[in-house]
T-cell receptor
């Protein structure tokens, strides 16, 4: 199993550009999550999904959108990139919500200039 | 005040030393996670606790629910243990905001010198 994979690993965007961060898991996990990690801060939840077709906002959803058309894929969309979205983005998945560990992808380092 | 506080923020140890990293939290929880983030950035789950103690190899995690405190211990530390160790708690289902979130500490940067 590859686990949780993310692409791209690095990306530089100009202000106002858009992009999609890809996340795929091959563990048949129901729950998937997008986090951002800023220097000196704990990870913050952007969006999460409890299954295909179901998504919900986390703590910091503004400026992002998600979709979950399949169990495996959970892409994160940035429509109008802003410097405040410069961060490292992690996708994670778990089989269930409670009492289950989360498996993390390798991260995407995004810089918005 | 952060809901999850870790101490110390930075820790330097000599190879072979016994290491303790602390995590205190201010909310009720259903579970607590310890995670390891290596310099390359990847995050790995080490433990998930809701009570008592867990051991895996040289790593031991304990939790005291009444005191809202958890510790991560590393015995016989090695340079390959150098990483950021992150504590995260899962609030109960009816906690304000997103019901499926973890609340993360800011991490403890551990450097083990040979």
């Amino acid at each position: 199993n590859a686990g949780v994979t993310q692409t791209p690993k690095f990306r530089i965007l100009k202000i106002g550009q858009s992009m999609t961060l890809q996340c795929t898991q091959d563990m048949n996990h129901n729950y998937m999550y997008w986090y951002r990690q800023d220097p000196g801060m704990g990870l913050k939840l952007i969006y999460y999904s409890v299954g295909a077709g179901i998504t919900d906002k986390g703590e910091v959803p503004n400026g992002y959108n998600v979709s979950r058309s399949t169990t495996e894929d959970f892409p994160l969309r940035l429509e109008l990139a802003a410097p405040s979205q410069t961060s490292v983005y992690f996708c994670a998945s778990s089989y269930r919500q409670t009492y289950n560990e989360q498996f993390f992808g390798p991260g995407t380092r995004l810089t918005v200039l | 005040k952060n809901e999850v506080e870790q101490s110390p923020q930075n820790l330097t140890a000599q190879e072979g030393e016994f290491i303790t990293i602390n995590c205190s939290y201010s909310v009720g929880i259903s579970a607590l996670h310890w995670l390891q983030q290596h310099p390359g950035g990847g995050i790995v789950s080490l433990f998930m606790l809701s009570s008592g103690k867990k051991k895996h190899g040289r790593l031991i995690a304990t939790i005291n629910i009444q005191e809202k405190h958890s510790s991560l211990h590393i015995t016989a530390s090695h340079p390959r243990d150098s990483a950021v160790y992150i504590c995260a708690v899962r609030p109960p289902w009816n906690y304000g905001g997103a019901t499926n979130k973890l609340i993360f500490g800011t991490g403890t940067l551990l450097a083990v010198q040979p």
